[in-house]
């Protein structure tokens, strides 16, 4: 028997994989095997569901992820263009060197998406998986950025310094992060065994965390740059019992797949649009739990 489904206020953040491979093939990523066979994407289909999830929470965050976004610009903007100004739109991204779009090309939609773009999350791993676009275009791009860089199994740690002071010239905050597949309920705020975490504590200034059931944030300041250690749970649905006795399926994330079908989780579950229109929500639970967090 299904139960009622409670997310936060606003709506949970709707992940779109847009209809469209990337030329990569970083290690860490999950997403890869789902580009092996592009039969049954459809650009109209995710268009129709992002209008979707706009009538049911018209505040609720999109974030555009691959793939690579930046792929097929056309294909972006039209999925963009259906979004209202009421929503915050993040991008991730390599910002890649590509056939297709030249660097000035793909700094042109940034300009011409500033104020509808919230943030581009742009990839760069302290180990190079792929070739990247020069630091000093990522220095040009006209909306927001932030740097994600995912410390995968033996990272160099003898090079964060190095890697850090790379983006300072540009001001680029930077957000580190776990990788996500190894992250239990368990670890997900253990601290002493962390290596990433200590490691981080020992070159930089610490300087809070904040987090809530679902993902946290471990802050750092080096020489005013903002960084932040992110761990996520691998999926984005948590079941609980509230003090009434009514159990609630929680909601963090929903996603809109390359067909466009909507899914309630990162492990293919499959969204009950009749249940989300009757959601329950809950002020979002991500709070600061120690020191400072004032960036």
């Excluded at 259906?82 to 000035?104: D, E, G, L, M, W």
């Excluded at 890697?163 to 670890?187: K, S």
């Amino acid at each position: 028997m299904s139960v009622p489904y409670k997310t936060r206020e606003g709506g949970a953040t709707v992940t779109v994989f847009v209809p469209y491979d990337c030329g990569n093939n970083c290690p860490f990523c999950i997403n890869k095997k789902e580009y092996a066979d592009c039969s049954g994407f459809s650009l109209e289909k995710i268009i129709e569901s992002i209008r979707t999830m706009d009538a049911i929470t018209p505040r609720c965050d999109f974030v555009f992820t691959g793939g690579e976004p930046l792929a097929d610009l056309e294909s972006l903007q039209k999925m963009l263009d259906v979004i209202p100004a009421t929503h915050k739109i993040y991008i991730n991204t390599t910002f890649p060197v590509q056939k297709r779009y030249s660097a000035q090309e793909m700094l042109a939609f940034t300009e011409k998406n500033k104020d509808k773009i919230t943030c581009m999350n742009i990839s760069r791993h302290l180990v190079k998986y792929v070739e990247e676009s020069p630091d000093e275009v990522l220095g040009q791009i006209a909306c927001p950025t932030r740097i994600n860089c995912v410390l995968y199994k033996n990272y160099p740690a003898n090079k964060l310094v190095d890697y850090v002071e790379r983006f300072l010239p540009y001001g680029i905050p930077i957000q580190f992060r776990y990788d996500y597949t190894e992250t239990t309920p368990e670890n997900l705020y253990e601290e002493d065994s962390d290596k990433i975490l200590q490691d981080l504590k020992r070159l930089f200034t610490y300087k809070g965390l904040d987090g809530c059931r679902m993902r946290n944030g471990f802050h750092f300041e080096y020489k005013g740059l903002h960084m932040t250690y992110h761990k996520t749970l691998p999926y984005s649905t948590i079941v609980e019992t509230d003090s009434n006795g009514v159990t609630y399926e929680i909601l963090y994330d929903i996603l809109i797949k390359q067909t466009g079908e909507i899914h309630s989780d990162w492990t293919g579950v499959v969204m009950d649009l009749d249940r989300y229109h009757n959601a329950v929500y809950e002020p979002y639970d991500l709070k600061v739990i120690n020191g400072v967090v004032d960036f």
